[in-house]
């Protein structure tokens, strides 16, 4: 009974809700989030706040009913009822999920509006850093950094290249050269962010040693060889994941 819903309502309980009202009589909610603001951009932010507030058609006595759904088809059948203007959801796991909210109004009900929310919460996968060095056409000895991950969610954006603490440096992909080295060991930190920010970090050493001896020559050719036709296979992977995901 009415008496029974608005105890449960108070206490926060989930209310089935089913439509009893004709739809397009009430005005659309105009929904906003604080944590998620763009629809169609990624986010690691477990707790989605969405509000209604702002919405000029809101008057008071107005009520509304909600869910938080992965498809855009709304059930029906397990709307939250509310009376408050601002709701906060946990977003259960990674995906495209979609929070569909409904205005009532003196017994008349709006249209579906829906705002989606794109949720990803887990790094890139782990990698492997392959290495090798060769001569610049400069005669000097340079190091490649072979290295490719793939994000099953959102997909990796970028990689951040970091030697021995300093600034980062920011790559689409790999390989990447290392030039102009005195010799000495190098600590590399290689981390992969996806579009959500969520980030893997592998790491690797390179030593240089001085002088360079020239019978090294075709050792150095063949690991930049095998280091090319690697990075290849690599590529090849990412670029068949991602064209059957």
């Known amino acids: 009974d009415q008496e029974l819903s608005e105890r449960m309502q108070q206490l926060g309980l989930f209310i089935p809700v089913k439509p009893s009202t004709p739809e397009g009589t009430a005005p659309e909610p105009l929904v906003v989030s604080t944590t998620h603001p763009n629809e169609g951009s990624w986010y690691n932010v477990v707790e989605a706040v969405l509000s209604w507030r702002a919405d000029p058609d809101t008057q008071e006595g107005d009520s509304y009913l909600y869910e938080l759904l992965p498809s855009l088809d709304i059930s029906h059948d397990d709307l939250i009822a509310t009376d408050d203007t601002e ?55 340079a190091y490649l950094l072979a290295f490719v991950t793939i994000d099953e969610t959102s997909g990796v954006s970028q990689y951040e290249v970091r030697v021995n603490d300093g600034d980062a440096q920011t790559v689409r992909e790999g390989p990447y050269v290392v030039t102009q080295l005195n010799s000495g060991t190098y600590q590399y930190e290689i981390t992969a962010v996806d579009r959500a920010g969520n980030r893997q970090t592998q790491m690797t050493t390179v030593t240089i040693r001085a002088p360079f001896a020239s019978w090294l020559l075709p050792v150095l050719y063949a690991t930049l060889g095998v280091l090319l036709f690697i990075l290849l296979v690599l590529v090849y992977r990412r670029k068949r994941y991602e064209t059957h995901k």
Request: cysteine-free.
């Open 87 to 141: 709701v906060s959801l946990s977003i259960p796991s990674d995906g495209r999920w979609y929070v569909h909210v409904i205005r009532m109004r003196n017994g008349e009900r709006s249209s579906n509006a829906i705002f989606e929310i794109d949720a990803d919460f887990t790094q890139p996968e782990p990698f492997t850093i392959y290495k090798g060095f060769f001569l610049n056409a400069f005669q000097q000895v």
